[in-house]
């Protein structure tokens, strides 16, 4: 018994002794780990944006009433499709449209009447030629005569000359002589009638073609209002067209109706009344706003990110992929507008969709737990100077600071004076 004892004794150490180095082994073993991870682990730190919200890539569209109506038809439904161009409302036109068909029949009838016009145009150019040559003809055959009868006028006086000489010797008889001189006259007097059928001729010509000239000055002058007359119609009918088409309010892109308005059947639409809200189809993408002093210089187009939308808890849907696309370099409400990609997991369960909410985190450097240390130590450092700016309105104290240190200097002067 008295043997016993002490040997349980020397084994409960023995065990106890074994216990504790094994304890300190492990705890220096944990402690080499930590350290080791505490400076060459490398840990993400994220940028963390105050607010981000997703938008599809390409514009929303409002839809807004260019002018006041009453609406006739409306063809709208929340989350419907639409094509570039299709028709949303209809306001009434039923005035515009009788104008428009006032003016096209109109139009039509000036048109007929404008080719007609030139059409006799046209046939008094021709003959305005065709009378041209013509009476180039007739004067030409009446030059010509009028050459005939001044060569034989000239013979026949001549013939009269010689008769005269022969009569004067006794060659020819006076009644031979009356009658060479009698012929004479004749083609002298037959000479004028054709000089004067020439020079009325050369009149007929000018006066004619004076007179075919005029009335085709008047057709085209005629031709020219009405030319006139049919553009101020055509832009009449532009214009009434214009008009009927700014009451047939459109989709202006591709998507779908993402709000409506207060367009009803019958009721009156006010110029600019918002009637709808189109959300163009396109890729989504996240639109985050950031402090200046964590995403300047920090955030850049290609870091990774992870979206955490409002309405579906981080925890049990997890968040959205994302990529830095774009960080404007000038500031809008003292933020700084950051553009991301979403990268969608098609196992999600979150219903991506335009106007989500929630809060991007970017991923902006991979340090080692050492450096967020002394990262943070330098800012708690830091962070004492800022309370110091209050103190500055006490600067009007200051001469009384070298004060307190004047108090103090007389004990030290009366310090070697105590022993």
């Known amino acids: 018994m008295s043997s016993s004892f002490p040997t349980t004794m020397r084994s409960l150490a023995s065990q106890s002794s074994a216990g504790a180095r094994l304890l300190l082994v492990s705890a220096a073993a944990l402690a080499c780990g930590w350290v080791v991870w505490f400076v060459r682990a490398r840990v993400p730190v994220y940028a963390a944006s105050e607010h981000a919200r997703l938008e599809v890539e390409r514009a929303t569209h409002p839809v807004d009433a260019q002018v006041t109506g009453r609406v006739v038809a409306a063809r709208l439904a929340l989350e419907a499709h639409v094509a570039a161009g299709d028709v949303l409302v209809e306001l009434d036109a039923v005035a515009e449209r009788l104008q428009l068909a006032q003016a096209r029949a109109k139009l039509g009838g000036l048109a007929t009447e404008l080719e007609a016009t030139r059409r006799q145009v046209a046939a008094e150019e021709r003959a305005v030629v065709a009378f041209r040559q013509q009476l180039g003809a007739a004067l030409g055959e009446a030059e010509s005569r009028l050459r005939e009868g001044q060569i034989l006028t000239r013979a026949a006086k001549a013939e009269a000359e010689r008769n005269r000489r022969m009569h004067a010797e006794a060659i020819v008889s006076l009644a031979e002589l009356d009658r060479a001189q009698a012929e004479a006259d004749r083609r002298a007097a037959a000479e004028v009638g054709l000089r004067a059928t020439v020079d009325r001729v050369r009149r007929e010509s000018t006066t004619g073609e004076a007179d075919r000239q005029a009335r085709v000055a008047t057709l085209e002058r005629e031709a020219a209002r009405l030319e006139a007359e049919r553009s101020a119609l055509t832009a009449s009918v532009l214009s009434l067209e214009y008009e009927i088409e700014r009451r047939t309010i459109r989709a202006p892109a591709t998507g779908r109706v993402g709000e409506i308005g207060t367009a009803r059947v019958g009721s009156v639409l006010a110029q600019g009344a918002h009637v709808a809200t189109i959300v163009a189809s396109g890729g989504l993408r996240v639109v985050a706003s950031f402090e200046p002093a964590g995403a300047l210089g920090r955030v850049r187009p290609g870091q990774r990110a992870r979206v955490r939308l409002d309405g579906f808890p981080w925890t049990e849907y997890g968040a959205v992929d994302a990529t830095v696309t774009e960080v404007a370099t000038e500031l809008r409400d003292g933020r700084v507008r950051?553009?991301?990609?979403?990268?969608?997991?098609?196992?999600?369960?979150?219903?991506?969709?335009?106007?989500?909410?929630?809060v991007v985190e970017v991923t902006v450097e991979e340090v080692t737990p050492a450096t967020l240390v002394l990262r943070a130590a330098g800012r708690f450092g830091a962070k004492p100077p800022p309370p110091l700016a209050p103190a500055a309105p006490l600067a009007p104290a200051a001469p009384l600071a070298p004060a307190a240190p004047a108090a103090p200097a007389a004990p030290l002067q009366g310090a070697p004076k105590a022993p």
Request: glycine letters at 14%; aromatic letters at 0%.
């Open 338 to 358: 950051v553009e991301l990609g979403v990268s969608p997991d098609p196992s999600s369960r979150i219903p991506l969709q335009h106007g989500l909410p929630g």
